[in-house]
């Protein structure tokens, strides 16, 4: 989406029209979702939260500028709504088993990649063990770790943009994100070290 | 201090420098002088070059994770609020036109608000600009929110503590962390 198609469907948002509002949103809907899924550690909270911070880009369309690009400031306001909810859960409770787990696909947490149908059982249950391993690993970070971490390597954001969605120097997202992956790197020693 | 320990505190000191070239190298963003310098050091460092290999196995983990879908329940459920939300948006835009006890209230309200900016100048004086003014604005607050007003991000945003760092404190930047870092290389 171009920046001038962004603008005017900013516009006609902030008049109220909400198809253009959820044509803006559209495209980052998944990825909002995975990185909320991420934060939290759980499918099905990450389903309400995505929803309710939509909902909050919604009211709040009105404070959208342009200086911050349309994604970032997302971004933010998921990150924002993310924190809260580990606030009010209680830190560091992450619920962390649920997601990784085929048996769970019933409830939303379907790999949006195709199976590898070529790998045996075996191999599918052990890359499902690793990535629950991963993902408590990062559970185990503080939010703000994890934000960045989840950001850069998941969603792909520069250092740049990420320093712009937390609102954040330049040089503390790349000491946290070092940070970050050191602390991974303890946690993940069996599966790093060597 | 025995000179073993004076060439080991040396060495990482030395090794500390090369964090943020460690760093940029495992995020993929170093320039190519800075890849040379970290090259040099790393042949002849195996602690550093053992850090790298590991931080960016843990990158490679990290990356490879899968992408989480919603379920098809999202979408729907997501356009019903965003239309519910927009319909009490607008009622409390213009639900004031509609009911004639809200429209007396809001007329009440108007009315005591004026009454009461008019008490204040009686009182001060149509000079007077000191405090009890501002007041004056704070009692008439509860007029209807206007869309145009700033919407209330901000305020969620700097809520966060991601913009003010009312989280954890950060527990380790470059410097502290790079202690453990160097314990643990040894
Ligand atoms: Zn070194």
């Known amino acids: 989406m171009s920046s001038h198609q962004v603008a005017t469907l900013v516009q006609r948002a902030r008049a109220g029209d909400v198809v253009a509002f959820e044509q803006l949103v559209q495209p980052y809907l998944g990825r909002l979702y995975n990185y909320l899924a991420r934060m939290v ?21 009105g404070s959208f500028r342009g200086g911050a690009t349309f994604q970032t400031w997302l971004y933010r306001i998921a990150t924002n709504i993310a924190v809260d909810a580990l606030r ?5 409770k992450v619920k962390v088993t649920s997601l990784d787990d085929p048996l769970q696909s019933e409830e939303g947490l379907v790999p949006r990649e195709v199976p590898d149908t070529q790998r045996d059982p075996l191999e599918l249950a052990e890359a499902a063990e690793l990535h629950g391993e991963v993902q ?3 559970a185990s970070l503080s939010p703000k770790l994890r934000a960045v971490v989840l950001l850069f390597d998941m969603q792909g954001m520069s250092y740049e943009e990420i320093a712009e969605a937390l609102d954040l120097p330049l040089g503390t997202v790349k000491s946290r994100l070092f940070n970050a992956r050191a602390r991974l790197r303890e946690r993940l020693a069996p599966y790093v070290g060597g | ?113 004026l009454a009461i900016g008019v008490g204040v100048v009686a009182l001060h004086g149509p000079g007077a600009t000191s405090g009890p003014a501002t007041r004056v604005v704070e009692i008439s607050s509860p007029a209807p929110p206007s ?40």
């Open chain 1, 41 to 61: 550690g759980d499918a099905s909270d990450a389903e309400d939260l995505t929803q309710d911070a939509i909902l909050r880009a919604h009211r709040a369309i």
């Open chain 1, 88 to 92: 009010r859960r209680g830190r560091q």
């Open chain 1, 136 to 138: 408590q690993a990062i």
């Open chain 2, 1 to 113: 201090m025995s000179s073993t320990d004076g060439k080991r505190v040396h060495k990482m000191e030395r090794c500390r420098d090369y964090r943020r070239l460690i760093g940029a190298e495992v995020d993929g963003t170093a320039d190519a002088e800075g890849r040379a310098a970290l090259r040099r050091h790393l042949d002849a460092c195996a602690d550093c070059a053992r850090e790298v290999r590991e931080l960016q196995r843990v990158r490679r983990l990290t990356r490879d994770l899968p992408t989480l879908a919603p379920s098809a329940a999202l979408k729907p459920a997501l356009a019903a609020r965003l239309r519910a939300q927009r319909a009490s948006w607008l009622d409390r835009l213009f639900g004031s036109l509609r009911p004639n006890e809200i429209r007396l209230a809001a007329g009440v309200a108007l009315l005591l608000v």
């Open chain 2, 147 to 186: 869309p145009q007003a700033p919407a209330p991000a901000d305020e969620y945003l700097q809520g966060c503590g991601l913009v003010h760092g009312t989280l954890d404190q950060d527990q380790a930047y470059w410097g502290a962390d790079s202690v453990q870092l160097a314990t643990y290389a040894r």
